[in-house]
């Protein structure tokens, strides 16, 4: 079953379960680059692994508890006298920390030594989460990359958190309204960036992914990967489309969304 949003589905935005949706859109676009890319290149997923100190009120991925025993301190009586007064045992936690992983897409030319060609990153929640370690670990990769020769393909399917994507959002605003976007900056030209303005009520774009040594750029459906994304993760048996969506929608568009989920019959 398709989703019933004809581009992005807002539904699927929920920071609980992103972590799937997001492994399932980097396995699907690196098995579609594979499909697309002439026999030089190949694609290959990497990760990045780091502390996440987060304050998410959930548990801990583990936890170490011990019971205390009660412990004696010595207080000053009445008289000058010493005594032992005992506490009450606390409880000692050791909490281990998160650890987070984040996967991406690279482009490797199989000619000679491989060589890094392309990168291509979804964003995730930590990397738009103000202050997190997850951010400022991808702002100091997103730095490197863009000083480098290697093409950058930045994906950002959520609405919420920071603005992250390299081209600066001033910049963008002139432009008109977006919910979405993607930014592509080609190895080696300073400023320039190509940018991708999706809303909510579009299907995703076909994007360039260029290559090297004067090879064209293939050309990848968003919209077809997210499709296969939703079809395969059985998101129709998860989302509730009765509920608003968990990131909210602004007026115009919640009162559109509302009517095409009638129209789908998935609301009464």
Not at 11 to 33: A, K, N
Not at 162 to 172: I, K, N, Q, R
Not at 199 to 205: A, M, N, T
Not at 214 to 225: I, S
Request: with cysteine; net charge negative; hydrophobic share 40%.
């Amino acid at each position: 079953m398709p989703s019933p949003f004809p581009g992005m589905d807002p539904y699927l935005e929920d920071p609980v379960g992103w972590t799937d949706v997001h492994q399932r859109l980097i396995t699907t676009l690196s098995t579609e680059l594979n499909r697309l890319l002439p026999p030089q290149y190949l694609a290959r997923i990497g990760e990045r692994v780091y502390v996440a100190h987060s304050s998410r009120s959930v548990y801990p991925d583990a936890m170490v508890l011990k019971r205390s025993s009660p412990t004696s301190a010595v207080a000053q009586g009445a008289g000058g006298t010493v005594v032992l007064v005992a506490s009450d045992p606390p409880w000692i936690l050791t909490v281990l920390p998160d650890e987070a992983r984040e996967v991406f897409v690279e482009i490797f030319s199989t000619r000679g030594q491989h060589r890094l060609i392309t990168v291509i990153e979804v964003l995730s929640p930590a990397n738009k989460a103000s202050g997190s370690e997850g951010r400022q670990l991808y702002l100091r990769k997103q730095r490197e990359i863009l000083a480098s020769q290697t093409h950058l393909i930045e994906i950002d399917l959520l609405r919420q958190g920071e603005h992250t994507v390299a081209p600066p959002v001033d910049y963008l605003l002139h432009q008109g309204h977006w919910d979405y976007l993607v930014s592509l900056h080609r190895g080696g030209q300073e400023e320039r960036f190509e940018v991708w303005a999706i809303s909510l009520r579009q299907r995703l774009p076909r994007i360039h992914v260029p290559l090297a040594d004067g090879d064209p750029d293939v050309v990848v459906d968003l919209q077809a990967v997210l499709d296969r994304c939703y079809d395969e993760g059985a998101y129709a048996r998860a989302l509730d489309y009765r509920q608003d969506p968990p990131v909210p929608l602004g007026r115009a568009d919640a009162e559109w969304a509302d009517a095409l989920l009638r129209e789908r019959g998935l609301r009464s």
